[in-house]
């Protein structure tokens, strides 16, 4: 299907992809050494394909491991990929072409810190909303607590005036996907004015439910804290009371597993996770999408930020940590450290002409990956979108998820081969990229 960017014909356009989220350290769930692909004793479930699917098929039959081991046990894995063309027009106007792999045996996988992305937006888009005069993302942000569960914030060691603001939590979401700086994003919103603002822009599925990194009831995350803010000459630009969210949601069936060790016991029955996160990876894709190209959706499913704070959030997401000044951070922070598709668990430096604008999400043995994938030296642009669930045995929380094994390889390989593909794929006109070229090391 090709799809032109204009807003009305773009009601049904581009249908998308994406877990708890990275301590601010390590990304979520430690990973084991890197192994062999492990034996599964488990027959593989019959996948019914489709001719959605055909463009994938060719792609992954090209005799890499990662991709002979997915095939077989696709379904056991809920490998799901989203892969989009870019297609420029003369005057440079995007068109889309969406290739699916596994979209009709999909299942619920944990979005993990995939959902930071659009609670990010969403902090820029409840400021420009507000209208406060002086308030934007660059002021002064104080977190107080008020209830069980929550905690305060008064400074951040990591900005130069040493003072919390949102405009540093996205930082470091972006760059290290930093679990706290999610956490007061989220309780600056509220639980019912996220989920409210994401069912208005289409997307009916999500739900947003909780704080990351920190195990609270579903009351604790129902409330968020108390949130002043103030102007460099630390008046008071507005003050938020603790939220409550009393709305209730769909109930969910959403399980996950064969088993789950809860309190240092196996318990023999599938996880819970109808209380959790939910994003689709369509849903993540999507969003993506607006981003980049806000005018590939119509007004009423944008992000409401200002030009200069989408410059900002694109510049984020492609910086490498090592790129930045405040926060700093220092070389275990290695420039794939959130980039998984095209480089995996690749240490050291990458090539500064390919950027990834992405969001990253592993926790529970899935790993997702949402990019925009740019190549300023071979004018390349593509979008991919994908997950794969790393956990052979299906035994939740025993720290022994196969993402070394599994789920960075096929990331890895996934971006190179529809990378390839690029390359060699002859375009009509070349895209002008110069918008997306940052200065960095800031």
């Not at 993990?112 to 934007?136: C, I, Q, R």
Request: aromatic letters at 12%; hydrophobic letters at 35%.
């Amino acid at each position: 299907m090709n799809i032109k960017f204009f807003g009305p014909l773009l009601s049904t356009c581009i249908l998308a992809l994406i877990v708890s989220c990275s301590p601010s350290k390590k990304i979520v769930e430690p990973v084991v050494p890197a192994v062999t692909i492990p034996d599964i004793p488990a027959v593989p479930v019959r996948v019914a394909e489709t001719r959605e699917d055909e463009f994938f098929l060719g792609l992954f039959k090209s005799g890499v491991p990662a991709f002979d081991s997915m095939l077989k046990y696709r379904k056991e894995w809920n490998v799901q990929v989203i892969y989009t063309q870019v297609n420029r027009s003369a005057n440079g106007i995007p068109e889309l072409k969406n290739f699916y792999f596994n979209r009709h045996n999909a299942s619920y996988f944990y979005p993990a810190s995939t959902v930071k992305l659009p609670v990010a937006l969403l902090a820029l888009e409840k400021l420009n909303e507000l209208g406060v005069p002086g308030l934007d993302k660059n002021s002064t942000m104080i977190t107080e607590a008020a209830f069980s569960g929550q905690s305060p914030v008064y400074n951040d060691p990591n900005t130069p005036d040493g003072k919390p603001t949102i405009a540093q939590y996205i930082k470091k979401i972006l760059l290290v996907s930093d679990n706290d700086a999610y956490n007061r994003l989220y309780e600056f919103l509220g639980q019912e004015y996220i989920n409210s603002a994401l069912q208005r822009k289409g997307y009916t599925e999500a739900q947003i439910l909780h704080r990351l990194d920190i195990f609270l009831t579903e009351e604790e995350n129902r409330r968020t804290n108390p949130v002043k803010f103030y102007d460099k000459s630390n008046r008071l630009l507005r003050s938020f009371p603790e939220q409550v969210n009393h709305r209730r949601y769909a109930r969910r069936n959403d399980q996950l597993g064969n088993g789950y060790y809860s309190n240092g016991i196996l318990q023999n029955k599938p996880m819970d996770f109808s209380k959790k996160n939910r994003l689709q990876l369509a849903d993540l894709h999507q969003m993506l999408i607006s981003l980049i190209f806000p005018q590939a959706v119509k007004p009423t499913e944008r992000f409401n930020i200002s030009e200069e704070d989408r410059q900002f959030v694109l510049q984020y997401m492609s910086q490498f940590p090592g790129e930045s000044q405040y926060p700093t951070y220092d070389s275990s922070y290695h420039d794939a450290y959130v980039k998984f598709l095209l480089y995996g668990s690749e240490k050291g430096s990458l090539p500064k002409n390919i950027r990834l604008f992405n969001k990253v999400g592993n926790a529970y043995g899935q790993l997702t990956d949402v990019a925009y994938i740019v190549d300023f030296q071979n004018k390349i642009e593509f979008f991919v979108s994908a997950t794969i669930y790393c956990n052979p045995d299906g035994i939740l929380n025993d720290d022994r998820y196969d993402y070394e094994s599994i789920g960075f390889p096929f990331m890895k390989n996934l971006g190179k081969i529809l990378y390839d593909h690029e390359l060699a794929r002859k375009k009509n006109i070349i895209p002008d990229l110069s918008s997306l070229i940052f200065s960095y090391n800031k």
